[in-house]
């Protein structure tokens, strides 16, 4: 499976259901790789970039956020499909934490697979966070956010983003 390689597909022209299952699939396949590999180099830049993304949300950076996408990306919000992230930055995330005076999130270790030329790798952080609005009403949460990020130059960029949560009991 070394030679195994992954097939560039693109959100433009084709429906979102069918990208959804082209990115599951995917990850399914990175997982399936290296379940049992210990984090290489590499794999801990996709995850420092992963780290950087949930750093700038955490500090409504959305300028900071912008850089570490792909050109070409999806974002999917508890299951729905959010297109990319220019339009999930426009529509919908940046009007959000405009409306939190805090915001913090905390992680556990996050579970991480690659293909073996690590041209990808996913990174899925459980996560905790609290959301504090200007009205002082307070939302903690639960949840997990998972990233598929691709290589290119040297570089990972955030391909796939899936955030996924509940209010915590």
């Known amino acids: 499976m ?7 597909f693109s959100t433009k022209g084709n429906n979102m259901s069918t990208n959804k299952t082209r990115i599951v699939a995917a990850v399914v396949v990175a ?26 949300l955490e500090n409504k950076d ?27 930055r426009a529509h919908h995330i940046g009007a959000e ?20 030329d690590e041209s990808l790798v996913m990174v899925a952080w459980p996560i905790e966070y609290l959301i504090e609005l ?16 691709i290589e290119a130059d040297g570089t990972y960029r955030v391909r796939h983003m899936h955030w996924s949560s509940r209010r915590k009991p």
């Open 62 to 88: 959305l300028d900071a956020a912008d850089a570490l996408f792909a050109s070409e990306s999806s974002v999917f919000e508890s299951g729905k499909a959010e297109g990319d992230w220019q339009n999930y």
């Open 97 to 116: 934490l405009a409306e939190f005076h805090v915001f913090e999130i905390s992680t556990s270790d996050p579970e991480v697979v690659s293909a073996s």
């Open 31 to 56: 997982a399936c790789l290296n379940v049992a590999a210990p984090v290489r180099a590499s794999q801990d830049s996709a995850v420092s970039v992963s780290r950087q993304v949930l750093e700038a």
């Open 134 to 149: 200007h009205d002082g009403t307070r939302i903690e949460s639960v949840g997990t956010i998972t990233f598929v990020l």
């Open 2 to 8: 070394d030679g195994m390689q992954f097939q560039h």
